[in-house]
């Protein structure tokens, strides 16, 4: 719709250059406007007239008296790209020209695309972030601007980086800490910031011990606080397998984790070996001897 | 009308009328039955007779007239009957109706038989086998049949405390910026793969491992390649899986390709699927009693044992063997027919092929489990 309206105006634009060229009409347009900013435009001639200004996002009109300025506030014109500006007089066009809209160099607002949400600790370059830079019209700024990233992990320790953009995107890569917990991960350009947080969880339990005791009828099997290799507690929920072999029979449990330990009843049998895993991880083996 | 026509009018009205007549007179079973309401049973004039006679009235759920058929009635209610057969609390068998029944003479005296009764249900789920060994006694010239009601197993009244973890989910709202984080799907891992050429076609089986700290839902499917890269066939792993996987949780899945030619196939695609939803570490099923059976017949029997204080409806077993490397060259799986109470086992069975059996070094069993009001 809008290419339609600059293709009409300018045609007509065409048509009628000629003759106001000749009756000495014309306009004076600013090359360049920063978004949002005040400007205006400078017509010559006599006698009332309209003024159009189209581009990809907007369209104005301002009745003006050829000869004086035409003036537009700050916030008239605010979406960036190429327009076109057309001055009519009565039903011809006398004069036209075209002129850039630019984003305002000072950010306003970050796009801050932080992935993932969680992973665990002790990954390197495991986290990413990728910024996006726009004025306070939502303009993206493409000139090149340094926007820094910092990332703070539980343990108090920062990363830091910083990216000068290009096309208006930045982008980095950090590594997740040795503690559990929730980094702040914040990135900033000018006096835009944005902050994403990344939850670290602990990996794989690293060391899996049991022990057993036995309870009545049954062996009470129970584990070790369940910690990854770098020490934070595996989470509640996590499962832990249990498996009982005698004399070619076997029983296995699936329990989660709680309050940090997995414990399970089994049965009592003189003999019998018990193991225990988690995922992939294997821990240690004991053989039942009835108490001995 | 043209004389033609009339003839073959009056030719369709004769054969009509023959064919009522001879219908009349000379009735199938089935016909009479429906039409005046007769029974399609035979007298109980022999063991078999009797039990054939009560396995066709339960298929057909007529549960007064089988009842009233047992000559032990008097041990038990017409309600325990049915629920003997249909199960005391919602289960599988619930839903299942009896496909067709057979009875095998085991002994037979003068006055008392046995006869094995097996009754063959049918579910959304596949079906499952009902073995009853009978003890009928004569009485005149009928044979009546004492049924072995399996009595309902009470759970003593108690209070269970339970503290189990719950994880629930909160997404990122419709009204966020784009740049805003929504919470990670679970990282999922297919921990071993391998496909199997039998004659039924192509299996693909392995183990699918949830290595992140929340709960998953997950499926796995598979796409057979040609030697051109073109696809053969994708499936996916449907219930021959446990869906929900708690944190470091393995599940066992087995894929099939009915018809499919492994010698066809130059490379096979696996797409694992996981989806952060809310779960429960409840309930917790132990796997009691694992006896792996060799051949011939091989299978793995145990015992389901629920530790938890809620009754599960319906459990499926599956359960991964491995050969002596380690490596799963099997995964069977069995839906258990009636509900698992809190702490009361119920047994299991899985089969496994006889041309594998010998190969069965090892095995690991997981459970499955629904509830009235999950969903499934």
Not at chain 1, 140 to 167: E, H
Not at chain 1, 182 to 202: C, D, L, Y
Not at chain 2, 289 to 305: E, H, I, M
Not at chain 2, 357 to 369: D, F, K, M, P, Y
């Amino acid at each position: 719709m809008r290419g339609g309206i600059s293709f009409v105006l300018g045609a007509l634009a065409l048509a009628a250059l000629q003759a106001s060229v000749a009756a000495g009409e014309s306009m004076t347009i600013p090359k360049q406007v920063t978004a949002g900013s005040a400007f205006s435009i400078q017509t010559t001639g006599s006698g009332p007239a309209v003024l159009y200004v189209a581009g990809p996002g907007q369209a104005l009109s301002r009745n003006v008296q050829m000869g004086e300025p035409a003036s537009f506030a700050s916030g008239a014109l605010h979406q960036a790209g190429h327009y076109l500006a057309v001055l009519v007089k009565g039903s011809s066009p006398v004069a036209d020209g075209s002129f850039d809209v630019v984003p305002a160099n000072q950010p306003a607002k970050l796009s801050f695309l932080a992935k993932p949400s969680r992973l665990p600790v002790g990954l390197r370059n495991g986290i990413s972030g990728s910024v996006y830079v726009f004025d306070a019209y939502g303009n993206l700024i493409t000139t090149p601007l340094p926007v820094s990233f910092a990332l703070s992990t539980p343990s108090g320790a920062v990363q830091k980086r910083v990216v000068t953009t290009q096309n208006g995107a930045a982008s980095t890569q950090m590594d997740s800490g040795a503690k559990e917990g929730a980094a702040k991960f914040i990135a900033q350009a000018g006096a835009a910031t944005s902050t994403r947080v990344i939850e670290q969880v602990p990996g794989d339990p690293c060391t899996l011990q049991m022990s057993v005791q036995p309870s009545g009828q049954q062996l009470s099997v129970q584990t070790a606080p369940v910690r990854d290799c770098s020490g934070n507690a595996v989470p509640d929920g996590t499962i832990v397998s249990f498996t009982e072999k005698y004399n070619g029979i076997q029983s296995t449990v699936d329990v989660p984790i709680k309050r940090g330990v997995a414990q399970v009843e089994m049965p009592a049998r003189p003999g019998a070996t018990i193991s225990v895993a988690s995922g992939v991880v294997a821990g240690n083996e004991i053989r039942w001897e009835g108490g001995r | 009308m043209n004389k033609g026509g009339a003839v073959l009018a009056a030719a369709i009205f004769v054969a009509t009328a023959a064919f009522v007549a001879i219908g009349t007179l000379h009735p199938v079973a089935s016909a009479d039955y429906f039409a005046r309401g007769r029974t399609l049973l035979r007298p109980s004039s022999t063991p078999e007779a009797a039990v054939e006679n009560l396995g066709s009235e339960i298929r057909l759920e007529q549960w007064q007239k089988a009842y009233s058929s047992l000559g032990n009635k008097a041990e038990f209610t017409e309600n325990e009957f049915v629920h003997d057969l249909t199960g005391y609390y919602p289960s599988l068998r619930t839903y299942a109706t009896v496909n067709s029944v057979e009875a095998h003479p085991l002994h037979a005296t003068a006055d008392t038989a046995e006869v094995q009764l097996i009754l063959h249900w049918s579910t959304v789920v596949g079906g499952f086998v009902d073995t009853r060994d009978l003890h009928l006694v004569r009485n005149g010239d009928r044979w009546a049949v004492d049924w072995p009601l399996v009595k309902r197993q009470h759970v003593p009244p108690q209070v269970i405390p339970v503290n189990y973890l719950r994880w629930d989910v909160i997404y990122r709202g419709p009204g966020d910026d784009w740049g805003a984080q929504d919470v990670e799907a679970p990282h999922v891992r297919i921990v071993d793969m391998h496909p199997e050429n039998r004659a039924e076609g192509v299996f693909v089986l392995g183990e699918l491992l949830n290595e992140d700290v929340v709960p998953a839902f997950v499926s796995v499917r598979a796409t057979l390649l040609g030697k051109s890269g073109a696809t053969i066939a994708s499936e996916g792993s449907f219930d021959m899986i446990r869906h929900t996987l708690l944190p470091k949780q393995v599940t066992p899945f087995l894929i099939r390709f009915p018809n499919a030619d492994l010698s066809k196939v130059t490379s096979i695609r696996m797409d694992p699927l996981s989806v952060l939803v809310p779960a429960s570490a409840d309930p917790v099923i132990e796997v009691q009693n694992q006896k792996y059976n060799p051949a011939p017949g091989a299978s793995l029997t145990g015992d389901l044992v629920n530790e938890s204080g809620q009754t599960v409806n319906i459990a499926h077993v599956l359960t991964a063997f491995y050969d002596k490397t380690g490596q799963v060259i099997w995964v069977g799986g069995q839906y258990v027919d009636r509900a698992l109470l809190p702490q009361t086992p119920v047994p299991f069975e899985i089969h496994v092929p006889e041309d594998l059996a010998r190969r069965v070094s090892g095995e690991r069993t997981i459970t499955a489990t629904y509830g009235l009001g999950d969903s499934m």
